[in-house]
C-alpha cells in the first residue's frame, strides 16, 4: 500500500508521521524514514526522541555513521532492538537489514533519485 502525504510547511505532516510511526512500534514492527540530507535526518531525530523518550527506540543513520559505532547500530537494527531508523540514502545500503519493517516513509521524495525510493520500499517485502 502506497500513500502520498501532502501539506503546507508546519500543517502537521511530521506528527502524522510520529503517530503512525508508535502505532507500528505497538504492534511489534519497524520503521524507517528516509530523508535527502544529514542535516534533516539530525533535526528529524532529536524531534521523535524528545517525543517518545524511552517509550520508542529512535536512531539515526547517516553516512557519517562509521565503524564500531554503525556495526552495533546494524546490529540492533537486526535483531529488533531499534524501533524507528532515521536516516539519508545510508537507508539504502545492502547492509542495512531491518528486523520487522513495517513503515518507510520518505520524507521531501522528490530531491531523491529514481532508484531511492524503490529501493528502500522493497526492504519492506
Known amino acids: 500500500m502506497h500513500r502520498l502525504l501532502q501539506g503546507d510547511v508546519g500543517s502537521g505532516k511530521t506528527v502524522v508521521a510520529a503517530i503512525c510511526m ?21 533535526q ?11 517509550s520508542m527506540n529512535v536512531a539515526l ?3 557519517s555513521v562509521k565503524g564500531k ?6 546490529e540492533q537494527l537486526e535483531n529488533g532492538t531499534i524501533d524507528c ?3 539519508t540514502h545510508a537507508l539504502i545500503q545492502d547492509d542495512v537489514i531491518f528486523h520487522n519493517v513495517g513503515l518507510v516513509i ?3 521524495q ?7 525510493t524503490p529501493a528502500l520500499r522493497e526492504k519492506v517485502q
Not at 508508535?22 to 539530525?42: D, R
Not at 522528490?110 to 531511492?116: K, M, P
Open 44 to 54: 528529524h531525530a532529536e524531534s521523535l526522541m524528545a517525543l517518545f523518550g524511552d
Open 110 to 116: 522528490h530531491r531523491f533519485g529514481c532508484e531511492s
Open 61 to 63: 543513520l547517516t553516512g
Open 85 to 87: 531508523l532515521i536516516g
Open 106 to 108: 520518505t520524507d521531501e
Open 69 to 74: 559505532k554503525r556495526k552495533i547500530l546494524l
Open 22 to 42: 508508535y502505532a507500528l512500534k505497538t504492534a511489534g514492527y519497524q520503521s524507517a524514514l528516509m530523508v535527502p540530507t544529514e542535516i534533516l535526518a539530525e
